[in-house]
């Protein structure tokens, strides 16, 4: 199973922006799915963006111009640059790992979760 760290969350005013990392260790084959999901106070967990094995990369409307989801060449990290931050995006942001062979934003395709890393955007 993949052990995932998410790091650089932060607090930042609306119309800026962060990078969030995730480390992946143990074993991940080439098919692996990985994405990024959020969840704000009082709401349910959402997915922001994944990546599947081939590369191909989706988002939630929500966030499509503004987010990049990427990974390094090693595929030993995943990232997601947020840009025009907005009040709208505050949550607790999770990296996830699937080994289903699918990729989607179903949560149970994902069977890997990081403990999630808080950001926080003033207006």
């Known amino acids: 199973q993949v052990q995932l760290v998410e790091s650089g969350g932060g607090s930042v005013q609306a119309g800026g922006s962060l990078r969030l990392s995730c480390a992946a260790s143990?074993?991940?084959?080439?098919?692996?799915?990985m994405g990024w999901f959020r969840q704000a106070p009082g709401k349910e967990r959402e997915g922001v963006a994944y990546m599947t094995g081939a590369g191909t990369t989706r988002y939630r409307d929500s966030v499509k111009g503004r987010f990049t989801i990427s990974e390094d060449n090693a595929k030993n990290s995943l990232f997601l640059q947020m840009n025009s931050l907005k009040p709208e995006d505050t949550a607790i942001y999770y990296c996830a790992a699937g080994d289903r062979g699918v990729c989607s934003f179903y949560e149970p395709y994902f069977t890997s979760w990081g403990q999630g890393t808080q950001v926080t955007v003033s207006s």
């Open positions: 143990g074993y991940r084959h080439s098919s692996y799915c």
